[in-house]
């Protein structure tokens, strides 16, 4: 992950966020398990199929779906297709170039792809026109424009979020259905700093740690997709923390975001 | 410029598809600060156009050739999202995308003290979320305000606007379906105070009369443009003054 503008958090604001984490608390007031506060704006873009603009504290994206009509894969000729792209764009951060993807924006797409992915989400079969020829293709195309951490969570609920109102026409003289939708997967990522776990780290916390981990989880309570990232470890007692509290603040999430859709 | 069309775009009354006469601009709002991290951001909208523009700089020009011992160079960098348009666009540079930002380049240029700021540059990062025709001159149009919300020392405001020729008639600000099946198109920015022309680009067909006429509407619309701009600014400060941020 990338550092502030000058490349190193300053040995002061380390000092104090790890003291403050031994209070139980972190450096902006919230507890260890506590989200930052979840603002989304659906059908932001009403120009896509679906759309949403989501502030997760100062952190921003905005996802957009175009649903368009295409060839399958030779080997799932049933299967509607969807793809997922995240760009991280120059305007989100001082350090970040225009250009293709580096590594990190790859590793961000493809965790949060599978998370939709694996979840199966989208019922692809029903994205399917005639078998071996003709099926619907999901883009999820997601701008992130404004860098405070965290970016894997924002873009989940927020592809959550457009895809729980998007519509597409099987048949462009026909009428619009609603995207065929089986669950609501929610990720919750956490990192450790010290031996301590939080969830939804902000830009520093990222920083600071050494260990992250996304755990992505349907309202069926099971897991769909796990993640772990950076150099550090996690102790077989910490992953099982980690689950737990995917379980517990994903609820929360689900609850916020779609507690009128569902 | 389009393919003719069986609608019409322009009824009995004069009045467009949209409701409008024809100098009549689409709702306007720019907004500063939208974002955190940038040294200065503003986003409009314009009709439909929904556009976020960042500024960072001036800082160390990079890679080093670029840098131009005299004065800062501006980067600006016109960018449209995947799902910006009807038909998915690819995402990255293309070649449209690279002369928008290029003219935008040149046009801000001649409004920033650049020679205050040698060897540095200023990057002007620009995300079409939403197209709907006039997105370069309203991305300039909003740069401009991004600019001076990062505290760059400006000689002068860049405000643009489109008009161009729809049913054999000069329309002002073409709306989407305007600028598909209409006959022209002139994109245009000045400097605000001076009224020098920093972008101006043209395609489809109009008569020097037309022409003329189509210059007179963009230039009586840019003072209400910048209006919007200025309001734009005023109200930040005017926040601030009122105890804080909102």
Redo the contacts between chains.
């Keep these: 992950m990338p550092k502030d503008a000058s490349g190193v958090l300053s040995e002061i604001k380390r000092s104090f966020i790890q003291e403050k984490l031994k209070s139980g608390f972190r450096e902006d007031g919230r507890k260890l398990d506590e989200m930052r506060k979840i603002t989304i704006d659906e059908n932001y873009v009403p120009r896509a199929q679906g759309s949403a603009f989501v502030q997760l504290g100062k952190t921003k994206v905005i996802v957009g779906i175009k649903i368009e009509s295409g060839a399958p894969f030779p080997d799932t000729p049933n299967l509607g297709v969807m793809t997922t792209n995240v760009e991280m764009l120059p305007m989100a951060f001082p350090t970040f170039e225009p250009g293709p993807p580096n590594e990190d924006s790859i590793e961000i797409a493809r965790v949060v792809d599978r998370g939709i992915r694996e979840s199966k989400m989208i019922d692809l079969e029903k994205l399917c026109i005639e078998p071996g020829k003709k099926v619907m293709i999901v883009f999820i195309d997601i701008d992130v424009i404004d860098f405070d951490g965290n970016i894997i969570d924002a873009c989940t609920m927020g592809v959550v979020k457009a895809l729980s109102f998007a519509r597409y026409k099987p048949d462009p003289e026909g009428d619009e259905l609603p995207v065929p939708i089986n669950n609501h997967p929610i990720s919750v990522t956490m990192v450790k700093i010290g031996n301590e776990i939080l969830c939804d780290p902000n830009l520093e916390e990222e920083q600071m740690s050494n260990a992250r981990i996304t755990v992505t989880m349907t309202e069926d309570g099971k897991i769909r997709a796990m993640q772990k990232g950076n150099i550090g470890s996690f102790t077989l007692g910490q992953i099982n923390e980690v689950i737990q509290m995917s379980e517990r603040v994903g609820n929360g999430i689900r609850e916020q975001i779609l507690g009128e859709v569902r | 410029m389009g393919t003719p069309s069986d609608k019409k775009l322009i009824d009995e009354n004069g009045l467009r598809l949209d409701g409008r006469g024809p100098d009549e601009l689409r709702p306007i709002r720019i907004r500063t600060d939208v974002?955190?991290?940038?040294d200065g951001?503003a986003m409009i909208e314009w009709g439909?156009n929904?556009i976020?523009?960042?500024v960072?700089g001036p800082?160390e020009a990079y890679p080093k050739h670029t840098q131009d011992i005299e004065r800062a160079v501006i980067k600006a960098?016109y960018?449209m999202?995947?799902?910006?348009?009807?038909?998915?666009k690819r995402?990255?540079?293309d070649r449209r995308s690279v002369e928008i930002s290029k003219v935008i380049s040149e046009a801000l240029t001649a409004a920033v003290m650049v020679e205050q700021f040698p060897r540095t540059q200023i990057?002007v990062?620009i995300?079409v979320?939403?197209?709907?025709a006039g997105t370069r001159i309203a991305s300039l149009t909003a740069a401009s305000v991004a600019l001076a919300n990062a505290g760059i020392p400006m000689k002068d405001f860049v405000v643009g606007c489109t008009a161009g020729r729809v049913e054999g008639k000069v329309v002002l600000d073409l709306s989407k379906e305007e600028d598909n099946f209409g006959q022209a198109d002139l994109p245009m920015a000045v400097l605000q105070k001076s009224g020098e022309v920093v972008l101006i680009q043209m395609d489809g067909e109009l008569s020097k009369e037309e022409f003329d006429s189509a210059v007179a509407m963009i230039m009586d619309a840019t003072k209400r443009i910048h209006e919007i701009q200025r309001n734009a600014l005023v109200e930040k400060y005017q926040n601030i003054e009122a105890g804080g941020e909102e």
Excluded: T
């Excluded at chain 2, 974002?35 to 940038?38: K, N, S």
């Excluded at chain 2, 999202?81 to 998915?88: G, K």
């Excluded at chain 2, 979320?129 to 709907?132: C, K, M, R, S, T």
């Design positions: 974002l955190e991290r940038a951001s439909g929904k976020i523009v960042a960072y800082r960098r960018n999202a995947a799902f910006s348009v009807d038909e998915r995402p990255g540079p990057d990062f995300e979320v939403q197209a709907d």
